[in-house]
């Protein structure tokens, strides 16, 4: 029983445009959310993340919003670049220092 | 990725060989992860270790077994591989209690 899932396993948009990838868990007891970017070949890196105290958090182009009672979260990636192009992982964590739990990812195509 | 190192990078078995996937890490952070990336299945974990001496299953540990050498290296050992487990593996530290540092990750094929 999947309790992180990213129910759109692709998706492609216009560079330029905004990206939205969702996230959707189902433990209420995780308390820290963390997005990650995998290039094919390389493992994969840190994005952004947020904290379940708050409802968002913005890095440059990156922002993260959560929505606690829908236990939802998403990634808006504005404005789109090629170099975005990649699987994106949402993940969620209970208690620090206990084990990231990873949503099935989602395959961005960003489009020149 | 810098500070997480695994190896090899690529490696074919045979059904019923063995095999020991190494990760050494020089970050000095107590915690450490073994994931392997299915396709549709996303990062399901392993084993992991939240220091040195200890060992603690995840989701998937059926088929393997690990060894926390020391601080800095953390083993994942195939006893006698099977086809299910061709996948990449990821070996992870985790800083600051949440976020996750991944090695460049160790694609296994089993015929």
């Known amino acids: 029983d999947q309790q992180v899932k990213q129910n759109s396993p692709s998706l492609s948009v216009q560079e330029g445009r905004i990206s939205i990838l969702n996230c959707d868990y189902t433990?209420?007891?995780?308390?820290?959310f963390l997005w990650y970017k995998k290039y094919p070949a390389e493992g994969p890196t840190f994005l952004i993340s947020?904290?379940?105290?708050?409802d968002k958090n913005e890095d440059g182009r990156f922002t993260v919003f959560l929505n606690k009672s829908a236990k939802h979260l998403s990634l808006h990636i504005v404005p789109s670049q090629p170099g975005d192009s990649a699987v994106y992982f949402c993940?969620?964590?209970?208690?620090?220092?206990?084990?990231?739990?990873f949503g099935g990812g989602t395959r961005l195509m960003v489009k020149p | 990725n810098a500070g997480v190192t695994q190896n090899p990078k690529f490696q074919v078995l045979k059904t019923g060989q063995s095999m020991t996937l190494q990760c050494a890490q020089d970050?000095?952070?107590?915690?450490m992860y073994w994931y392997r990336q299915d396709p549709g299945m996303g990062l399901r974990l392993i084993y992991y270790?939240?220091?040195?001496?200890?060992?603690d299953k995840g989701e998937v540990p059926n088929g393997y077994n690990v060894s926390r050498l020391n601080k800095r290296e953390f083993s994942l050992r195939l006893e006698s591989a099977a086809p299910s487990q061709t996948s990449v593996y990821f070996c992870?530290?985790?800083?600051?209690?949440?976020?996750?540092?991944f090695g460049q990750g160790t694609r296994l094929t089993v015929v």
């Open positions: 993940a969620a964590i209970k208690n620090a220092g206990n084990m990231l739990t």
């Open positions: 433990n209420s007891m995780f308390d820290y």
């Open positions: 947020i904290s379940s105290i708050k």
């Open positions: 970050m000095n952070h107590n915690s």
């Open positions: 270790s939240a220091s040195e001496g200890t060992t």
């Open positions: 992870a530290i985790l800083v600051w209690g949440t976020e996750a540092f």
